[in-house]
């Protein structure tokens, strides 16, 4: 999910279900990306990394996919919980020998009980 | 492991005041990165250094800002004199020399009157 200014998408789930979100990110060079998740007053939290030589990734719980041709990344929650809602960020590093990373705008995901 | 740690945690000021924010990485980490959040403009790479060395502070908004390493347990970020637009959440992140999972701290959220 892409946002605008300030209105974030936001996607809405029933707890126990599985949670997808979405990110196009900008770089057709980057060769790391991270979902960052971040709660209310909290700094944004690790949850997966991937690194462009792969296109999926396994954590606990959480499943990312890589799609270098569209330039896509989404990062799959299973069987959310409550504390799954957060914001949840998708950042991506150029390469190039920088190791700073560029953010998206960020999904806003709400667990339904 | 004490995480990334920032000071202080909300700081309140009058436009034309200096600001510093103070930031100790995870011991062992050689890098050492400051974001700014807003709303409108998200998380946004102000500047990184690795092994204690400014690498790229291309996002550093003007002369205003300036940033020291002066060893690998500290940095600081200053704003003066500071004004409104200012105003923020400003992260610190530490990671090994990368790219490579960068680990936030809990923020400064900076007001500025």
């Known amino acids: 999910g892409e946002s605008v200014g300030l209105h974030l998408p936001t996607l809405s789930v029933q707890e126990g279900d599985n949670s997808i979100i979405n990110c196009a990110y900008s770089?057709?060079?980057?060769?790391?990306f991270i979902w960052y998740k971040q709660e209310s007053g909290k700094g944004p939290q690790f949850i997966i990394d991937?690194?462009?030589n792969m296109d999926k990734r396994q954590g606990q719980r959480v499943t990312v996919l890589l799609n270098k041709t569209v330039k896509h990344l989404s990062l799959q929650i299973a069987a959310t919980q409550p504390g799954d809602s957060a914001v949840y960020f998708c950042?991506?590093?150029w390469g190039g020998g920088a190791d700073g990373l560029t953010f998206g705008k960020g999904t806003h995901l709400i667990i339904q009980p | 492991d004490a995480g990334v740690i920032q000071s202080p945690r909300h700081e309140v000021t009058e436009m034309g005041q200096e600001v510093t924010l103070r930031c100790k990485p995870i011991?062992?980490?050689?890098?050492l990165f400051w974001y700014r959040q807003t709303m409108m403009r998200g998380l946004e790479l102000l500047i990184y250094?690795?092994?204690?060395?400014?690498?790229?502070d291309s996002g550093m908004p003007e002369d205003r800002f300036s940033a020291k390493m002066p060893n690998a347990s500290f940095s600081t970020l200053k704003i003066q004199p500071s004004e409104p637009r200012d105003s923020a959440v400003y992260f610190c992140?530490?990671?090994?020399?990368?790219?490579?999972?960068?680990?936030f701290g809990p923020g400064t959220r900076l007001t500025v009157l």
């Open positions: 992140a530490s990671s090994s020399t990368g790219p490579d999972t960068q680990y």
């Open positions: 011991s062992g980490h050689n890098s």
């Open positions: 250094f690795n092994n204690n060395v400014p690498i790229d």
């Open positions: 770089n057709s060079a980057s060769d790391y």
């Open positions: 991937i690194r462009s």
């Open positions: 950042a991506e590093n």
